[in-house]
Nanobody
Framework: QVQLVESGGGSVQVGGSLRLSCTVS????????MAWFRQAPGKEREAVAT????????FYPDSVKGRFTISEEKAKKMVYLEMNSLKPEDTAMYYC????????????????????????????WGQGTQVTVSS
């Protein structure tokens, strides 16, 4: 079993920054992908960042590109999401997700293999942390 626990959410003003953390525990795994998703009230869950554990390749949708950065510290089993220049539309519950082995889904993007942002590509989910951006 793999457990994911998010932290670092909170309230911030427009233009501010937050760093979310995801603590990974449980069974060790290789050939993995990690991601951050978000879901706002009344909207579908969407990926905001993915990272390939093999080559550190990342993916960001246009809505957050240049503002969000995903990173990991393998030794600490931590994954982070640095969010800058936050906007009211970034308000949502943010979730950490993981997939490994045969459950991992990759696609060729930016000249390398990157983890798919599709919602059904992920097998482990955290409980979420709320981010609220106010003007």
């Amino acid at each position: 079993q793999v457990q994911l626990v998010e932290s670092g959410g909170g309230s911030v003003q427009v233009g501010g920054s937050l760093r979310l953390s995801c603590t990974v525990s449980g069974d060790a795994f290789s050939d993995y992908c990690m991601a951050w998703f978000r879901q706002a009230p009344g909207k579908e869950r969407e990926a905001v960042a993915t990272i390939n554990g093999d080559n550190a390749a990342t993916f960001y949708p246009d809505s957050v590109k240049g503002r969000f950065t995903i990173s990991e510290e393998k030794a600490k089993k931590m994954v982070y999401l640095e969010m800058n220049s936050l906007k009211p539309e970034d308000t949502a519950m943010y979730y950490c997700a993981a997939a490994a082995g045969k459950r991992r889904r990759l696609f060729f993007h930016g000249l390398t293999w990157t983890c798919s942002p599709a919602d059904d590509s992920w097998e482990h989910w955290g409980q979420g942390t709320q981010v609220t951006v106010s003007s």
